[in-house]
């Protein structure tokens, strides 16, 4: 099941993400959850730490603002509006979830 979400795709973005982020003394991790949290729309990431020293690593990401010039980048990788996998129509459990609440 999980292998339906590995595309190509993914993998390249992936990649690019991890470049970006050496390039900025960052975790990928850490940088897209930078990026994510400073989309339009979004009140509140979701940081998932399951250790104290996640938290301690993501925390200070809440307080900081994803630079201008890194916006375009990102842009350039995953278009707004875009997704890189689709995942809601590739796995079984999803399609069913979806067609139960009319998603």
Known sequence: ?????????????????SKMAQERS??????SLLW????????????????WH?????????IRKLDDADRPL??????PGTAVADF????DWMKAACLRFKI
């Open 54 to 62: 996640t938290l301690k690593m993501r925390w200070p990401l809440l």
């Open 26 to 31: 960052m975790s990928a991790s850490q940088l």
């Open 36 to 51: 994510t949290k400073d989309q339009p729309g979004i009140t509140a990431p979701i940081i998932g730490p399951r250790t």
């Open 88 to 91: 809601h129509n590739s796995n």
């Open 1 to 17: 099941m999980g292998e339906a979400r590995i595309t190509q795709r993914g993998i390249d973005v992936g990649q690019a993400v």
């Open 74 to 79: 990102f842009d350039a990788l995953v278009h």
